[in-house]
């Protein structure tokens, strides 16, 4: 079982960057797709980039090519996601979710933190 905590959200102007956090804990940190999930108010939730703690990997939806970059500190038991060039749509609930799988399509994101919002004003 893997228990999520998301940190690093806030308040910026758009052009700026913010670095979220997903910090796990459990036994089995390695060998899950960790993705990163955003939903805005009336919208449906979206992915944003997913990290495959075994190995590194890294996946990213179109949204965020460029701009977004996922990391992991693997002593830390924590993903990061990166963003820069934030922009007024990317305001948004931010989630991250583990399924003990490669990443993929049609996961079974079991394990989901609460959520840190980040908010994008012009």
């Known amino acids: 079982q893997v228990q999520l905590v998301e940190s690093g959200g806030g308040s910026v102007l758009a052009g700026g960057s913010l670095r979220l956090s997903c910090a796990a804990s459990?036994?089995?940190?390695?060998?899950?797709?960790i993705q990163w999930f955003r939903q805005a108010p009336g919208k449906e939730r979206e992915g944003v980039g997913a990290i495959y703690t075994g190995d590194g990997s890294t996946y990213y939806a179109e949204l965020a090519k460029g701009r977004f970059t996922i990391s992991q500190d693997t002593a830390k038991k924590t993903v990061y996601l990166q963003m820069n060039s934030l922009k007024p749509e990317d305001t948004a609930m931010y989630y991250c979710a583990a399924a003990p799988e490669e990443c993929g399509t049609d996961l079974d994101y079991r394990y989901w933190g609460q959520g840190t919002q980040v908010t994008v004003s012009s």
């Open positions: 459990g036994d089995t940190y390695n060998s899950n797709c």
